[in-house]
């Protein structure tokens, strides 16, 4: 796979419209794209490239894989949609919002899967509770600020996913029963439903038809109107809240919508009218020193700023941050002799203890929040006494992304991360992975939701890949008769 960073353009509209009195917590079960399967160094940078009536208290979703680079990298939950329900297994990104599902009869969907799942084609036509969605409906218009030109009441409203490689998916929007587990106590769960407006995939091109990655389909997290968190709040379903707690440790981790109590968690502002969770980024800092960089390189006007995303697996910086940081993360050992693997990887032979030898790094933000990177994390082993440093420049990736500062799961991993958009605000504390966070619903009782592993159950080896940006900024419709 060719090692170039893509940034996903991603074109897309998804609505959300829970029609039944669904309340209490909900669980989605969770499991890493890429485990148990060996893959290459260039996979994992490839992969980053292309990328109820009552409020409820917590949505959890049952997390499994790795963050580590040199373990899995992307992680995905298990839904069920339909009557009956059937399972898919779906991407789990903040970078993007919308859920869609590959489609019967799509053509060049992926069939097979090495991820150890087995791919299922959404079929309307299986369920007693699907409908379609036509141009005409309130759906289309109002996502489009009216009807759309040329719009009959028998054509369906669909949709077009424009990636920046090339890679494409089209279908249309389909309602349907989507089948969720309500956090019923502490640590406990039953099973709700609602129904949705997704995107049922009909074509797939380029890296979505032939990666062996394969998924089932998209959930997305990101802050638009059109996402499935944005819609529940508005439907006042949910509070716009959630957290993500990604164990490097064991993996898994925590995955909760909803508002939390516990840990305290301190945030800083996102900045507004983004497409992405961009934040204000003061300073670096390497080993107590303070990087002495260029006075506009925090700035945030387009193409620049710093994204929090869980769905990027590495850590990429501008030219001028990254080579000042890398002569700081490696002046502790002048004899210390970098080799590249795969053409990309700066990675050296150590025999002692990462953490005795290399300094901490520390990010400073605006409201004086500070995340703090240890040398574990941010170099990661791919074999014995041999280390790869995960910082990588920006402007060797990708024209358009040079000035981007994108903090992925390598940064964000054993750190309860909180997503505060109620507040316009998002957050991190280190913490236990392992364990469980609480959450508070309308009614003032605070249940735990506790940590998955759904990998764990697997007894393939991990594998190593890197996961994909899906960074949209644009929306296409299409009208077919």
Sequence with gaps: MDLRTRLAFLGCVLFLDLVSN?????????????KGKERSLSAFKAHDVRRHRRILSAVDLELGGNGLPSETGLYYARIGIGSPPTDYFVQVDTGSDILWVNCIGCEKCPKKSTLGIELTLYDPKSSTTSKMITCDQDFCTSTYDG??????????????????????????FVKDTLH?????????????NGSVIFGCGAKQSGELGTSSEALDGILGFGQANSSMLSQL??????????????????????????EVVSPRVNT??????????????????????????????FDTSDGKGTIIDSGTTLAY??????????????????????????????????????????????FHFDKSLTLTVYPHEYLFQIREDVWCIGWQDSGMQSKDGKDMTLLGD????????????????????????????????????????????????????????????????AMVLLLVL
Aim: hydrophobic share 40%; charged share 20%; glycine share 10%.
């Design 317 to 362: 910086l501008p030219n001028a941050v990254y080579e000042s940081l890398m002569d700081k993360v490696t002046a502790r050992q002048p004899g210390l002799k970098l080799h590249t693997v795969e053409d990309q990887f700066s990675c050296f032979e150590f025999t002692r203890n990462v953490d005795d030898g290399f300094p901490v790094v520390k």
């Design 22 to 34: 669904v309340s209490g917590n909900f669980v989605f079960p969770v499991e890493h794209k890429f």
């Design 180 to 192: 969720l587990n309500k956090v019923t106590g502490n640590l406990k769960t039953g099973s709700t």
């Design 233 to 258: 709040a508005s439907a006042g379903k949910v509070k716009k809240e959630f957290a993500h707690c990604l164990d490097t440790n064991n993996g898994g981790g925590i995955f909760a919508i909803g």
């Design 268 to 297: 800083t502002p996102l900045i507004p009218k983004q497409a992405h969770y961009n934040v204000v980024m003061k300073a670096i800092e390497v080993g107590g020193d303070i990087l002495d960089l260029p006075s506009d390189v």
């Design 410 to 473: 390598m940064v964000l991993s054993n750190k309860l991360v909180l997503y505060d958009l109620e507040n316009e605000a998002i957050g991190w504390t280190e913490y236990n992975c392992s364990t469980s966070i609480k959450v508070k619903d309308e009614s003032g009782a605070v249940y735990s939701v506790g940590a998955h592993n759904l990998s764990s159950a697997s007894t393939l080896r991990i594998g190593r890949i890197l996961t994909f940006l899906l960074l949209p900024i």
């Design 147 to 172: 009807q759309l030109p040329g719009c009959r009441p028998e054509l369906l409203c669909q949709y077009n996913v424009v990636y920046g490689d090339g890679s494409a998916t089209a279908g249309y």
